[in-house]
């Protein structure tokens, strides 16, 4: 694979920091979108790039990163466990879970970051009146998004953590990332929960149709995370605000596990209205083309 992480490979100057996110299939990812409002509104001369790279070539494009001195680096599907192989260091985050969504250049070092946990919880603050210590949450679903979201609910000092899943030995492996208090459970289990995260695919754009789990099993005073973000309402989250339930989707943590790699990188704090801005549009068009 040509080396594709230059500035001048890109068409820009050399004294531009080029960041990218690598991943396949990458061309609909909304990274750059998020990243380069970031770096725009705080006026550092950065780029970033999406780069499609094929499964097995993950290695390739961190040797990549070292010869060039990327600024930064993003990891979607299928990359994350074997970027998190690959790294000098993982966090113990991103160790727990066997997943990087993020590098960042230490010294020598890279380090392989997983900032979807952060992102979420950051997200949940911003969109929701909420406090996750002590409370009881339900998570639907056992895949990478669901892992993250057990481990960041029973780090946040979540009192119990109940993973419903389809598959009951993802179900039972995932549960066991929050530790003692983690648990798997059935629908019986919504009804006494404070927080109920969709963390499936049920519901969204190309994916499974309907929804995750039975509207009428939750009620109003709960608050109800949908992870999907295309579309921005899905069905299941329709349903719960016709029965007037608090219901977010996953924009807000999509922004914020952005910011929190625009602040690894940069050591700046981000600024996340300039990068919300930028993605609320980008996903309106998107609605709007339904692509
Ligand atoms: P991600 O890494 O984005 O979280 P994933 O690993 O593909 O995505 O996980 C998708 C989740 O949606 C899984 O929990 C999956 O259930 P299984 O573990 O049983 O496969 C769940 N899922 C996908 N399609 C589903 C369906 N039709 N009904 C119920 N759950 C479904």
Redesign the pocket.
Known sequence: MANTFTAAAQGLPDETTLAAVIGSPIAHSLSPTLLNAAFAAAGLTWHYTAVEVAPGEAEQALNDMRSTGLGGLSVT?PHKTAVANAVDRCTETATLLNAVNCVAPQGQELVGHNTDGEGFLGGLAHDANFTVAGCRAVV????????AVVLALAQAGANSVTVI???AE??QETAQLAGPIGHTGDHQSLATADLIVN????GMHG??P?M?CDPTLLHPGQVAID?IYHPLVTPWMAALKKQDIEAHNGVSMLLFQAARAFNLWTNQPAPIEAMENAVTAALEARSHTAQ
Not at 140 to 147: E, N, Q, S
Not at 199 to 202: D, F, I, P, Y
């Open positions: 599907m639907l679903g056992a895949g990478g998004a669901a892992r899943n389809r598959t993802k179900a963390a499936t695919s049920v994916g499974p309907g995750p992870l």
